[in-house]
């Protein structure tokens, strides 16, 4: 990717002032602080609440832990039910994701490459299936889970999942699948390539950045998915995923265990963190060739 | 039978090419008419619709009564409860004593009478609460009697439409009728020797071994677990045999699809445009898209449509009815009415202690009060009557306008909601704007920031909202308050979320945090597709950046803030999370309140009917964003 940066270029051709220039850098860094601090300081405090004790959390407020302990983070690696959460958000995302960007290149490459009969009515449909609240399917849903003999089990996820996974992935690689030249299957056809041969042989790999955008979008989704993991596994702890524990954990009532909670959250950004700081750039490149076409 | 010879095959097919060809197409309709079939043995077999065409098994309250009149005793009806009835299952035993029905003295009723009342064939349907109170004597021992009373739901079946409706649908059956006399048009065409109709037949056997093997797997699974995953041992034997039918049935498919394979251009013939072939394989690869949607998606959403109309409940111990637009009506019916302040000594309007002007009583809802006092206990119960959802005042005035509704929470949901989503996708178009264009300049340690703003949105919303009610607490515990009083901006701890507090605005920075930065994502893959040559040009010109903002930026950007905005808009209506966790259920977002009704009141019709009631709001959303965006293009 070629970035090709709009602000920052043209300082050089200015004519140099100095003190406005000195003026407009302190702002601007001013302005990266005050970004830096909005984005990130909610989750510093997450980690620092995380190394304080329940008791501490619920008598004051402090910007620094008192004394550091590592008492929240021990309870949550002892707690197997909680290792199991993560274990099950984990299985879950991944195939819903595995699932979604098989199925989905398949469709998107036929409504993005492909000219037939009925392609609009087909794109149109998926796009409205995004437009449903979750919510006002949720008993609908529930009575299918229910008639599958999966209701309470990891499966209901897997098999409920796709219903907002599905219809995101088509229509971003659509919009990818549209932006290759069209020169690369008239190539292959030439060489006497079948169909299923360019698409699975040619395009897929030159999609494979906007396949791992794509990805990482609907591991993002289906990782925070509460509503549909909170219905669906209500009877079943051993099926539970991360954010349905979260919010659960320790029961209702007063004493809340905000500490233990709060490290729980810790835990369970960090492995989305560090997916996001591998594939920024890439999100970033994906989108672009994604976004603005749609 | 008369076989049809190819007209001007490539070859002629041998003598057993034709038989396996009429056994290919004979196999492709039978397909089809399975299909058929099985539509028709689901409906047929289909407990629900049984029971609405023949009645409940045990109908009604089920109780058997005999009239007993004994030497030495009083003459009396006496209760049997059939087993397994409802009766039964109430406390009511064999031998007591019948006294009353819902309330009325049996005695001096004949047993027909009594019987006519346990079945309530008078009750219309529309009005019967489908439950009995019975009254009776239970004879003791010691030869006297305890009087008691039950309350019996009865079994009612529902009505056929019902019935149907809510087991079956249209969409799938539609698209099982469909389907079925496509394959059995296909097979009529293969017997023609058509080389268009031996490829669809390819792909269809293709996706059929797939679908038999997916079956498989389903079924081994499904039928191996016993019960809810992990409670009981893995059942092999089951699952094998349950598994079994769906893999024999690979092997005639896979038969049919090598040996077409090998022949296609051997013995079939005709012309295929491109346009035909590409067709075919474009639905090729849509298939398992659109099966999944179908499976997953069709079904609820068709129900949701459907349940919206009835008065169905969870759990409920009778059938849904139909009551075509009741549940919206409720749901929508409003009056306004202008309403006076109370006046204080000073002549002014008094103020409640949190500062809120303290209003009169408007006039509907002294209408409502005269109407409730006029009514029957009964009528009471049902009546659903206005009363207030919120009250504006108006300018320069000591009048306010009140809004009243026959449920105005659900009125409060839709200023909610929308307030919420106006405010919040603003604010989020300007902040992801700002951060856009930062994180778009070429600085040192650009990467790790751009890193860092996708933290919040990285972060579960659930768990986030958890974090904010920590961080918003409402007294000292809660570091933004300690935050602003070290800094001196407010003197004492602020309730975030109370209802007198600045809820809706803490709601709307809890939102703005977690998705500002999505926003500025998309915004920056827009931003990086804008030529750099066009700034340097405008520099040359001596454009100030002010103006290249608003004459490059902007319109270069508007595409991309088209779709950002529609994503954001769609998903701000559809906002469920921070309410759910943050605030309690009176303040309610269209889809909290939507959940509550499902989950605290289990009125699933009405639950349903709110969710269509979003649906439409989100089209009414997107058709308007379609063409805002349609026309900016062109």
Known sequence: MNAKPGIASQQTLLVPRRITDLVGRALFWLLILAIAFYTMAPFAYAISISFRTNAQVLVSARYLPEDPQLINYQNLFEDSDFMRTMLNSSFVSSVTVVFSLVVGSFAAYALGRVQFKGRMIVLYTVLAMTMFPQISILSGLFAIVNDLNIFGSTAALIFTYPIFTLPFTVWVLTSFFQGLPAEIEQAALVDGATPFQTFWRILVPLTAPALVTTGLLAFIAAWNEYLFALTFTLVSKSAQTVPVAIANFGGYGYEIPVADRIAATVIVTVPVLVLVLIFQRRIIEGLTAGAVKG | ?634
């Open chain 2, 1 to 634: 039978m008369t076989l049809i010879p190819p007209s001007v095959g490539r070859r002629r097919p041998s003598e057993q090419e034709v038989i396996a060809v009429e056994l290919i197409s004979g196999l492709l309709m039978l397909i089809g008419l399975f299909a058929f079939a099985y539509l028709f043995y689901a409906i047929a077999t289909n407990d629900t619709i049984r029971e609405a065409t023949q009645g409940p098994e045990i109908p009604g309250v089920g109780l058997n009564v005999v009239y007993k009149a004994p030497e030495g005793e009083e003459p009396h009806f006496e209760l049997r409860p059939i087993e397994g009835g409802q009766a039964g299952a109430s406390g009511i035993k064999e031998g007591d004593w019948l006294v009353s029905i819902d309330g009325e003295d049996v005695s001096g009723m004949s047993l027909a009478e009594v019987q006519a009342r346990l079945e309530e064939k008078d009750v219309s349907r529309e009005e019967d609460d489908f439950e009995i109170t019975i009254g009776f004597l239970r004879p003791k021992p010691d030869g006297t009697f305890s009087q008691q009373e039950r309350v019996v739901p009865k079994n009612v079946a529902p009505t056929l439409t019902i019935a149907y409706l809510k087991s079956f649908g249209f969409v799938v059956p539609l698209v099982v009728i469909g389907l079925g006399a496509l394959l059995i048009r296909l097979g009529n065409r293969l017997r023609r020797y058509d080389i268009v109709a031996a490829r669809w037949a390819i792909v269809v056997f293709l996706w059929l071994m797939i679908g038999a093997v997916v079956g498989a797997i389903w079924a081994f699974w499904v039928n191996g677990k016993g019960g809810l995953v992990g409670n009981a041992p893995f059942n092999y034997g089951k699952a094998i045999s349950r598994a079994v039918p769906y893999l024999l049935a690979i092997i005639p498919l896979a038969l049919s699809y090598r040996w077409l394979n090998q022949v296609i251009d051997e013995i079939f013939d005709g012309e295929e445009s491109l346009m035909s072939r590409q067709t075919r394989f474009a639905w090729t690869l849509l298939v398992p898209t659109l099966s999944v949607l179908i499976l997953v998606a069709a079904r609820p959403l068709e129900q949701t449509f459907i349940k919206s109309l009835t008065d169905d409940e969870f759990s409920a111990n009778r059938p849904a009815r139909l009551i075509w637009f009741d549940n919206y009506t409720r749901l929508l019916s409003f009056k306004l009415a202008t309403v006076e302040c109370k006046k204080d000594d000073n002549g002014e309007c008094a103020r409640s202690p949190n500062g809120s002007i303290v209003w009169q009583t408007s006039s509907v809802e002294e209408e409502e009060r005269n109407k409730l006092r006029e009514m029957s206990s009964a009528e009471r119960k049902r009546y659903a009557r206005y009363s207030e959802a919120s009250t504006l005042a108006l300018p320069f005035s000591d009048k306010g306008l009140r809004i009243l509704g026959k449920d105005p929470i659900f009125l409060n949901a839709i200023g909610n909601t929308l307030k919420f989503t106006v405010a919040s996708v603003i604010l989020e178009l300007l902040l992801g704007l700002i951060i856009a264009m930062a994180v778009n300049s070429r600085f040192k340690g650009r990467g790790l920031m751009r890193a860092a703003m996708l933290v919040p949105w990285a972060i579960p919303t659930v768990v986030s909202a958890v974090l904010w009610s920590v961080i918003l607490r409402g007294d000292q515990t809660g570091i933004f308050n300690k935050l602003l009083m070290d800094l001196g901006i407010i003197s004492k701890p602020q309730q975030w979320f109370s209802a007198n507090g600045p809820w809706m605005a803490s709601i709307i920075a809890v939102d703005v945090w977690k998705t500002a930065p999505f926003m500025a994502l998309l915004l920056l893959a827009g931003l990086q597709v804008i030529p750099g040559d066009l700034y340097e040009a405008a520099a040359v010109d001596g454009a100030s950046k002010v103006r290249q903002f608003f004459s490059i930026t902007l319109p270069m950007l508007r595409p991309t803030i088209a779709v950002a905005l529609i994503f954001r808009t769609l998903d701000a209506l559809r906002v469920f999370d921070v309410f759910q966790v943050l605030l309690d259920t009176t303040r309610p977002s269209m889809a909290t309140y939507n959940y509550n009704r499902l989950v605290l009141t289990r009125s699933d019709g009405y639950a349903s009917a709110v969710g269509v009631m979003i649906f439409i709001l989100i089209f009414i959303f997107t058709v308007l964003y379609v063409r805002f965006v349609r026309i900016e293009r062109e």
